[in-house]
C-alpha cells in the first residue's frame, strides 16, 4: 500500500540556521524602497512573495533565516526598513518518514516480518500532532538494509493497527511478498487476535460475541459509533476472566477481546455499548468509575485506555511455519489488575 499522504514532516530544523544559508534550498534577495517602508516586516514581505504564507515567512524569521544588509533579523513583527533582505529558504523535508534511533521490543524478526510489543503512547505511523516518535520511524532504523522494500520504497509494511495509547502485540512486513501475503490472512480473518481490557463494571451476559456496524459517530465525527445501517460489520468476541469487587454488581473486571474484524476503535466502542468501557478511556469511557476504582487508577499510574494487545498469532505467509505470540501486561494495566483484586 503507498504511504499514506499525511507523512510529511514538520518544517522544524537543527544546527544553526543562520549558518546553512539556505544550503539545498534558495536564497531571495528583495530590495525594498524607502516607499516600501514603515509596515510590518511579515506582510510586507508575504506581499512581495506570493508563494510563502505570512506564517511560512513568521518560522523561517524566527529561525533567523532574514537578513538585512548582512545583519540578522528575527523579529517579524518589526516595522521594514529600506534595503537589501535575503531570505534563506531551506529545502523541504523529505515526505517519507526517517529512521530514529529509539528502543523497540522485538519479539520475532526473519527477513520477511517482525513482530514487536509496542508501548503505549506510541503511535504506529507519522500522523499531524504524531511526526515523529512513531513505530514506523524506530522500524526504519531498526531495520536499516534489510527491509526489502514495500511498493518499490524501503519502508515497513503496516497491514494492521492498534491505537496510539493501546499496547501489544504487532506484525509488520519487511518485503512485498510477506506484505501481500499478510494483508490477504486479515482480509479473511485468519488471524488469531486476542486484547485484554481491564473495564468499568462487567459486561452480562460475561461471554457473548457483540456483532455490530461501526461507522463514524453521526455526533462527532471524531469518534466511531454502532450504527443501525451503514458503517462496517464489526464483530467481537468476548469474556470475563475474572470481576473486582462484589459478586453481585462487580466494579471492574478483567474482560478477553477476540477480533473477528478489526475496525477503528472497535473493540473501545463494543465495550462502552455493553455498559463496561476500558479504564481510563479518553473518548469512550462516558459515565465515572466507583471511587475506589478512580483511586487505584490514579495509583497505578494509568493514563490511558486500559486496553493491551495479549495474543497474536498466524501462518507465516512465506514459510508456512505457524507462529503465535502472548505478550504480558504492561507495568500499568498490571499493577491496576493487582489492586483491584483487593477491592
Known sequence: MPPPSDLALDDEETGDPAAEDGAGGETLSLALGADQAGARL???????????????????????????????????????????????????????????????????????????????????????????????????????????????????????RIDKNTSGLLVVAKTDAAHQGLSALFAAHDIDREYVALVRGAPHPARGTIATRLGRSQADRKKMAVLKTGGREAVTHYGVERAFGPQDKPLAARVACRLETGRTHQIRVHMASKGSPCLGDPVYGAGAPAQAVRDAMVQAGLARQALHARVLGFVHPITAEALRFESALPPDMADLEALLAAL
Open 42 to 160: 511579515d506582510k510586507t514581505l508575504a506581499d512581495l512573495i506570493p508563494d510563502l504564507s505570512r506564517a511560512r515567512l513568521q518560522a523561517l524569521i524566527a529561525q533567523g533565516r532574514l537578513t538585512l544588509n548582512g545583519k540578522v533579523l528575527t523579529d517579524a513583527s518589526a516595522k521594514a526598513q529600506a534595503g537589501t533582505y535575503d531570505l534563506a529558504i531551506p529545502p523541504p523535508e523529505p515526505a517519507l518518514p526517517q529512521p530514529e534511533a529509539i528502543p523497540i521490543r522485538v519479539v520475532y524478526e526473519d527477513a520477511y516480518l517482525i513482530i514487536v510489543d509496542k508501548p503505549p503512547g506510541m503511535a504506529v505511523h507519522p500522523a499531524p500532532g504524531s511526526e515523529r516518535g512513531t513505530l514506523v520511524n524506530a522500524l526504519l532504523h531498526h531495520c536499516g538494509d534489510s527491509l526489502a522494500g514495500i511498493g518499490g520504497v524501503a519502508r515497513p509494511g503496516i497491514v494492521h
